[in-house]
Nanobody
Framework: QVQLVESGGGLVQPGGSVRLSCAASGSILSIGAMRWYRQAPGKERVFVAGIRWSERYTSYIPSVKGRFTISRDNAKNTVYLEMNSLKPEDTAVYYC??????????????WGQGTQVTVSS
């Protein structure tokens, strides 16, 4: 009933930038917090950044603070992750995550399918 679809990944050189998008679709009533996670090869999936419905409230892991910016467009049910000054250690599959209420269900947590970001020269 709810789909999260990420886009914007790819190959980028160290020091470069990339912008990820995640659009939610379906019978959506409201979306609460939206988050980005990442999973590097051979490692567990970890939280990267989060944003509440009010864009004033954001959080980041220390390793990306000052380089990544999370934002959202509530009218489009879309969350973004602007990634600057990228490092090889940022290489991972990036996943979108959101708390979504639908017209037929109470709030549930949903995941996107992931988008690969590779930082390499």
């Amino acid at each position: 009933q709810v789909q999260l679809v990420e886009s914007g990944g790819g190959l980028v050189q160290p020091g470069g930038s990339v912008r990820l998008s995640c659009a939610a679709s379906g019978s959506i009533l409201s979306i609460g917090a939206m988050r980005w996670y990442r999973q590097a090869p051979g490692k567990e999936r970890v939280f990267v950044a989060g944003i509440r419905w009010s864009e004033r409230y954001t959080s980041y892991i220390p390793s990306v603070k000052g380089r990544f910016t999370i934002s959202r467009d509530n009218a489009k049910n879309t969350v973004y992750l602007e990634m600057n000054s990228l490092k090889p250690e940022d290489t991972a599959v990036y996943y979108c995550n959101a708390d979504v209420s639908t017209v037929v269900d109470s709030p549930r947590n949903y995941w996107g399918q992931g988008t690969q970001v590779t930082v390499s020269s």
